[in-house]
């Protein structure tokens, strides 16, 4: 799936991943490919995403997710 993660100073990924754990509102939750469509407020936390079975890690303060046809989109701050 694609995964482009924003924040309002830059793009810090754009690409490719093969799961992505977010922190939920009401808890940590995961998406995997072709995952039903979504749109949530994210707290927080971590935000891990796997590229090429390599897990990669980001501290954000607050932000919202959209993921439709396995294209997700995360705006952080």
Known sequence: MVLNIVSP????????ADLVVLPGIKGAFMIL??????ISILSKG????????????LN??????EKK???????VE
């Open 33 to 38: 490919e072709r995952h039903a469509p979504v």
């Open 46 to 57: 971590h935000l891990i995403y796997r590229v090429s079975g390599e897990n990669r890690s």
């Open 60 to 65: 954000i303060e607050e932000g919202f997710i």
């Open 69 to 75: 046809d396995n294209i997700i989109i995360v705006c």
């Open 9 to 16: 100073e830059k793009v810090i990924y754009k690409g490719e």
